[in-house]
């Protein structure tokens, strides 16, 4: 008998084109349905608080890559660096300088994304597009030897208006484009956006990663 984890995760699945990445959202779901993804060949999971991801990742097999997708506090840095597959949710540049202090003395090194704001919403994380061109301009990779920034993250505004959302993806995939092209990263190739409710107009617009939580594990219990 197949699980309404494995069937929403099936549906997921082949609704994506070949190329993008499903992070399956995990937060505040709890252990057995992690498991059930993962008997379903799930093996990207993205948590968005560290005391919760620790204590799930012990209890799940090795072979799992943990994402985190949430505001990282710089002092549960050194907590995640040892094991953590990819940083969506890098937010300053003292975030980024902790990751490499912390990554640099096991040593390591670890991938992260910049979360850039475009939503209308207003928020205290990210960067806006202005600011994160600016850092990239003034970004020297060899004194964050430990980091590999592989991309960007993002959120398109919380509304129903699909034309806003695309909108704000579209300014997203500009901005990864625009960096592609002038600094030409070779391994900067991941453009994270879309989740349960957008992730369609997301990969439509060129996203390249999404994070689906609601639609594969039902509503959070918080
Ligand atoms: C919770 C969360 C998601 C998943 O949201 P759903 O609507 O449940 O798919 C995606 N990205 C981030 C950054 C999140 O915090």
Redesign the pocket.
């Known amino acids: 008998m197949t699980s309404l984890v494995a069937e929403h995760l099936d549906k997921v699945r082949r609704s994506l084109p070949n190329g993008v990445a499903l992070v399956a959202?995990s937060?505040f779901h709890p252990v057995e349905d992690l498991f059930e993804a993962y008997r379903a060949g799930q093996r990207i999971f993205g948590e968005?608080r560290v005391q919760e991801l620790e204590e799930k990742r012990v209890q799940l097999p090795d072979d799992i890559c943990w994402h985190f997708?949430?505001h990282l506090q710089t002092n549960k840095v050194r907590y995640i660096v040892p094991y953590i597959s990819l940083i969506h949710s890098v937010d300053s540049v003292k975030l980024l300088t902790e990751i490499e202090r912390q990554a640099a003395r096991l040593p390591r090194v670890v991938d992260c994304l910049l979360e850039v704001h475009v939503a209308a919403e207003e928020t205290k994380y990210g960067f806006s597009s202005d600011e994160c061109l600016a850092f990239l301009s003034d970004f020297h990779p060899e004194e964050y030897a430990h980091v590999a920034i592989r991309g960007l993250m993002g959120?398109a505004s919380n509304t129903d208006d699909e034309t806003r959302v695309a909108a704000d993806f579209v300014t997203l995939k500009r901005l990864f484009d625009e960096v592609r092209i002038r600094f030409q990263w070779p391994h900067f190739d991941i453009l994270s956006m879309g989740?349960?409710?957008d992730y369609n107009i997301a990969v439509r617009e060129g996203s390249n990663m999404v994070?689906?939580?609601?639609?594969i594990f039902g509503e959070r219990q918080y």
Not at 211 to 215: A, E, F, M, N, S
């Open positions: 959202v937060k968005s997708i949430g959120m989740m349960s409710h994070r689906v939580g609601t639609t």
